[in-house]
């Protein structure tokens, strides 16, 4: 499976961007799907996941209310709608796929497949 990340991109505070993960899965309806971020000289970190035919998404504590998670299976794509950015949103954002649906999703070893990354700059 190969992931393809896009849509980062330089914003001032306050402001939105979507971030758009394709997926080469030929059954992408059996992944689950998360997001994750790195920010510089710190570990990469959970953001969102949702499973595969969308019905349950979860959020880490700091981007509840502000990010959405969301997939068209049609498109293979996996989303992520970032509002109220903050400069501590700034990071690589990467996607990541999960093959069958099992385990902690907020956890990195979980997932199978990981796109390049994409970065998003948070200004003040």
């Known amino acids: 499976v190969q992931l393809q990340a896009s849509g980062g991109g330089k914003v001032q505070a306050g402001g939105s961007l979507r971030l758009s993960c394709a997926a080469s899965?030929?059954?992408?309806?059996?992944?689950?799907m998360g997001w994750f971020r790195q920010a510089p000289e710190k570990e990469r970190e959970f953001v969102a996941a949702?499973?595969?035919?969308?019905?349950?998404?979860c959020y880490a504590d700091s981007v509840k209310g502000r990010f959405t998670i969301s997939r068209d299976n049609a498109k293979n794509t996996v989303y992520l709608q970032m509002n109220s950015l903050k400069p501590e949103d700034t990071a690589v954002y990467y996607c990541?796929?999960?093959?069958?649906?099992?385990?902690?999703?907020?956890?990195?070893?979980?997932?199978?497949?990981w796109g390049q990354g994409t970065q998003v700059t948070v200004s003040s």
């Open positions: 949702i499973s595969g035919r969308g019905g349950a998404r």
């Open positions: 899965a030929r059954t992408f309806e059996a992944y689950v």
């Open positions: 990541a796929a999960d093959f069958g649906g099992s385990g902690d999703y907020t956890s990195e070893s979980v997932y199978e497949y």
